[in-house]
Nanobody
Framework: QVQLVESGGGLVQAGGSLRLSCAASGSTFNIATMGWYRQAPGKQRELVAKISGTGSTNYADSVKGRFTISRENAKNTVYLQMNSLKPEDTAVYYC???????????WGQGTQVTVSS
């Protein structure tokens, strides 16, 4: 059974920074692709960043150069460092772990990030 628990969300002013953490249970974390999605009010959920078991990363164009995804396999934890935050980054952020196709993802419960202007 995989469980994902996010932390680190909150309220920050535009231009500020936050670091989200996701603690994962379950085996084989070190080879799993992990990621972060977000969903803003009235918008579709979107992929923010992914990191493979080998450390390869992908980012949404909207966050490139501002957000960094990383992982610490010894702690079964994935991080999302968010810098230069903008009001449009306001959303619920979800940690995900890829499952074998076509099963999709395991999802965390989400953490709210609010960026004030």
């Amino acid at each position: 059974q995989v469980q994902l628990v996010e932390s680190g969300g909150g309220l920050v002013q535009a231009g500020g920074s936050l670091r989200l953490s996701c603690a994962a249970s379950g085996s084989t974390f070190n080879i799993a692709t992990m990621g972060w999605y977000r969903q803003a009010p009235g918008k579709q959920r979107e992929l923010v960043a992914k990191i493979s078991g080998t450390g390869s990363t992908n980012y949404a164009d909207s966050v490139k150069g501002r957000f960094t995804i990383s992982r610490e396999n010894a702690k079964n934890t994935v991080y999302l460092q968010m810098n230069s935050l903008k009001p449009e980054d306001t959303a619920v952020y979800y940690c995900v772990r890829e499952r074998a196709p076509p099963l999709g993802y395991y999802w965390g419960q989400g953490t709210q990030v609010t960026v004030s202007s």
